[in-house]
DNA sequence: GTCTATATTATGATAGAC
DNA sequence: GTCTATCATAATATAGAC
């Protein structure tokens, strides 16, 4: 037995975190190639072939990393919400509470998806036959839904909505008003980015509705100098 | 030359039309398997083999019907489209003219694509990598646009909205309503048929917020007894 | 961890007999 | 118009050598 260390059996793994390093490395350029393929060929045209071609790998040696195509799109899925959450949570973050900072979000929302269409597809719609994300992979968007409700909860403190503007309601239509918009210009305008062409313009629109859908039981004050009090 | 007749060469085909009807009631049937395997299996579930299975048949027969896959889901894309206009035209014509007639013609919308969900998804996202519609396709497509250009119209004419609802832009805002709220009730509810569940009835709500968008410039007159005049 | 080789399955499409 | 036979391709996934 060697004298340098503890390990009793087996060879010894030199700096196993760097190991891991390296292997987490691969999972995220894994990650990247499917993002990707997913962007240019829909989220159908994704295959753990063609992700391999591009790795300049053979298909097996994929299988270290993911069990199988599905474990793939779940951790697609999964991610895909989480950088979304994220970019919502910060756009949220620096906006003025209330209404401002919902519609903050809404706007990061778009912005994620158009920027992401591939892994937006398969977040939203779920148009892959035999796929349903593990429960574990719908926790970011769970929370998704607490973040907008926070943000309608204190435009209703702030008197920009009526109270029924605290409810997961509310939330439902603002996802409804985001999927629409998108959507449609992902069909129709597939090469265009966010704020061009004929349907991301029109989410500020749709979103303006919202004092309209549940109006603030006061007369609204305005936003500059509000009332000496 | 044959005294009989004007037809100069090939065999004469007997009673065409019935030849010709048996044919036309065969292609139905593979499109109405189609619509179902697309309703089962997504958009994307969709194979000739699948169909010939169903149909009891061998897959090369196939082709004496449909030269390609792809030319099967362009006869489903402009079929979708085709029966999508006739309904919400029906819709439309038996409603009184302006918004109620916008109203039911969304309404209508909304039923045919949640009871016709695999050809919606085909129609209205476009989730078939290699598949690009054929100009003729989109022809009932580009005159639902027109069908409801005409009832803003009439809902302007009537004082219902402002001038700016006779737009383009009004008509790309009730498609992104439309939209946003089956894509979130067949990817969250899928087994629900409209008007059940959290997404369906949110249509109501965001139709609502037209006259919003395009206040008429007159006070609104109310729905019954209009002013004596 | 990567490779080669292979099993298995499925697909779209064509040729040619009947 | 349908069939059998076949081509060509591609996919997921596993076994086992290195």
């Known amino acids: 037995m060697a004298t340098s260390s503890t390990r009793p ?7 196993p975190d760097r190991r891991s390093r390296r292997r987490q490395e691969t999972i995220d350029e894994i990650i990247e190639i499917a993002q ?8 159908n045209g ?7 071609r591009r790795l300049g790998v053979q298909p ?16 697609l899925f999964l991610r895909g919400h989480t950088e979304h959450l994220d970019q919502v949570r910060e756009a949220m973050r620096t906006a003025p509470p209330g209404l401002a900072a919902v519609r903050a979000g809404l706007d990061a929302s778009a912005r994620w998806a158009m920027g992401s269409r591939g892994v937006a597809q398969l977040a939203f719609w779920r148009p892959v036959p035999g796929f349903e994300p593990s429960p574990a992979a719908f ?5 998704m839904v607490k973040v907008f409700r926070a943000g309608f909860s204190d435009a209703v403190a702030g008197g920009e909505l009526g109270p029924g503007a605290d409810s997961d309601e509310a939330c439902w239509l603002l996802s409804a008003m985001l999927i629409g918009a998108i959507s449609q210009a992902m ?7 966010f704020g061009e062409g004929r349907f991301t313009p029109l989410l500020a629109t749709l979103f303006d509705t919202f004092p309209t859908i549940y109006p603030p039981p006061k007369p609204r004050r305005s936003a500059r100098r509000p009332p000496a009090d």
Chains 1, 2 share one sequence.
């Open 60 to 75: 097996p040696a994929l299988y270290k990393y993911f069990d199988s195509l599905a474990a793939l799109y779940d951790e």
């Open 36 to 43: 990707d393929v997913m962007a240019e060929r829909g989220v």
């Open 46 to 52: 994704l295959s753990l072939s063609e992700v391999a």
């Open 187 to 193: 069909a129709n305008e597939p090469d265009l980015p």
């Open 139 to 143: 926790v970011p968007s769970q929370e």
């Open 9 to 15: 059996t087996s060879a010894a793994p030199p700096r």
